[in-house]
């Protein structure tokens, strides 16, 4: 069997932002004018740091709940979700410097997407629930988990890769929320929640609830 490749630690949606400034700056530095290339430079660097996405170890554990971003728990409530039912939502909120790429929480079954566009308020704040967001339901084995990317302030666009029909492993990567953002995980109430506010989790690692 062929030896498979080593991947690139970026998000693919990244290159542009990557490239196209760094090619300017390169281009610059050739002409000799060096300030003009800083800004240029700067902007690849930070993009690069930005769409990094750093292979991760995902843990085997019996039903367990993987946090599906990286970033800061910042609400944990009971709440009412039209796909899983009685549920509670676990808010996850991304800074600019956490990594954005978006993993599947369990195994299972895409059921459906729903995109709803809206305003922008900045993600942190509750009212950030109405912003523009994208819902992707996943029937598992044994029990049904909504995953809502919310875009922030500052995340103008929200990428997802799945569709229904599409299959997933626990911690694979579907998607991601570029320059700050927030993700909500709604499971079935009754999960052993395993986090607390404040926790910094990681996503695909990070066991935040167990199914019971």
């Known amino acids: 069997m062929e030896p498979r490749r080593p991947r690139l630690p ?3 949606e990244g290159w542009p932002f990557i490239l196209v400034p ?5 281009g610059l ?24 996405d750093p292979e991760r170890v995902i843990p085997d554990v019996a039903n367990g709940i993987l946090a599906p971003a990286d970033g800061k728990v910042t609400d944990i409530a009971d709440t009412l979700e ?13 800074s600019p410097l956490d990594v954005h790429v978006n993993r599947a929480p369990i195994a299972g079954l895409v059921a459906g997407t729903t995109y ?3 305003r922008i308020v900045p993600a942190y704040r509750p009212e950030a629930a ?7 339901n996943i029937q ?15 995340a103008r666009r929200i990428v997802c890769r799945v569709a229904a ?26 999960t052993d929640i395993r986090v607390r506010l404040g926790d910094r989790v990681t996503a695909g690692q990070t066991v935040i609830g167990i199914l019971r």
Not at 22 to 26: F, K, S, Y
Not at 29 to 52: E, H, K, T
Not at 130 to 136: H, K, L, M, P, T
Not at 171 to 183: A, K, L, P
């Open 10 to 12: 970026v998000a693919r």
């Open 22 to 26: 760094g090619a300017i700056a390169a």
């Open 29 to 52: 530095l050739l002409a000799g004018r060096r300030g003009l290339a800083a800004p240029f430079a700067a902007a690849s660097l930070a993009s690069l740091g930005f769409f990094r």
């Open 82 to 94: 039209p796909f899983v039912g009685p549920s509670v939502r676990v808010t996850i909120f991304l």
């Open 116 to 118: 709803t566009p809206g």
């Open 130 to 136: 109405d912003n523009e967001r994208c819902a992707i």
């Open 140 to 154: 598992g084995d044994t029990a049904r988990v909504t995953v809502t990317q919310i875009a922030g302030i500052a």
């Open 165 to 190: 029909g599409d299959k997933l492993v626990a911690g694979e990567r579907f998607g991601m929320i570029r320059f700050g953002s927030r993700t909500d995980c709604f499971v079935p109430r009754g």
